[in-house]
């Protein structure tokens, strides 16, 4: 099946083959096109989703907001909003 492909597309394979790969450049293509700001905007979003549950879970488990923030490297101040948002999501 790629057999057939090679053969009558062989002058772009070959070129394609002897092209350098250029990282950079394809970086900006990839953003360009909106993949690569997607993901890593992706990866970010579902992490600090991650860290609010863990802080959620420990907190109705009783753990300080000192050592929430401690624990998950936050700030008291970043525990004691998701805590009150929380308490304002239950009411």
């Known amino acids: 099946m790629l057999d057939g492909f090679f053969k ?4 772009e394979v070959s070129a394609m083959c002897l092209t350098e790969y250029d990282e950079e450049a394809a970086k900006r293509v990839f953003r360009e ?5 997607g993901v890593e905007d992706g990866k970010a979003a579902g992490m600090q989703q991650k860290a609010v549950e863990a802080a959620q879970s420990l907190y109705a ?5 000192e050592l929430i923030a401690k624990s998950l490297q ?4 970043q525990v ?3 805590v009150k948002d929380t308490i304002q999501k239950e009411a």
């Open 61 to 65: 488990n009783g753990v300080s907001v």
């Open 33 to 37: 096109d909106g993949y690569l700001d």
């Open 80 to 82: 004691e909003n998701i």
């Open 74 to 77: 936050m700030t008291v101040e």
């Open 8 to 11: 009558v597309n062989k002058a």
